[in-house]
Nanobody, 123 residues
């Protein structure tokens, strides 16, 4: 059973930084696609960044140049380094995984999700 547990959220002022972590367990696949998603208050969930097992990454236009998705060498923890945070980055952030290569067909094509971690950016 794949398990994802996010941590690292919190409150920060605009311009600040946070690093989110997603501890992943329960899979040994060579192929996988992992992603960070966010859901602002009253809005739909949206993709932020993805990382394939081959190391390739994608980013939403709104976070390019500010956020970096990465993974530790053991491939057991997914990170999202968020710099130059803006109030519009305020959201619940989730990590998700699919045991197939990226891209995943649609937001809810990911079968495994964490419980989320809240990020609040004040102006």
């Amino acid at each position: 059973q794949v398990r994802l547990v996010e941590s690292g959220g919190g409150s920060v002022q605009a311009g600040g930084s946070l690093r989110l972590s997603c501890a992943a367990s329960g899979y040994t696949n060579v192929s996988y696609c992992m992603g960070w998603f966010r859901q602002p208050p009253g809005k739909e969930r949206e993709e932020v960044a993805t990382l394939d097992a081959d190391g390739s990454t994608t980013y939403a236009d709104s976070v390019k140049g500010r956020f970096t998705i990465s993974q530790d060498s053991a491939k057991s923890t997914l990170y999202l380094q968020m710099n130059s945070l803006r109030p519009e980055d305020t959201a619940m952030y989730y990590c998700a995984a699919d045991l197939r290569s990226c891209p995943v067909a649609g937001l809810y094509g990911y079968p495994y999700w964490g419980q989320g971690t809240q990020v609040t950016v004040s102006s």
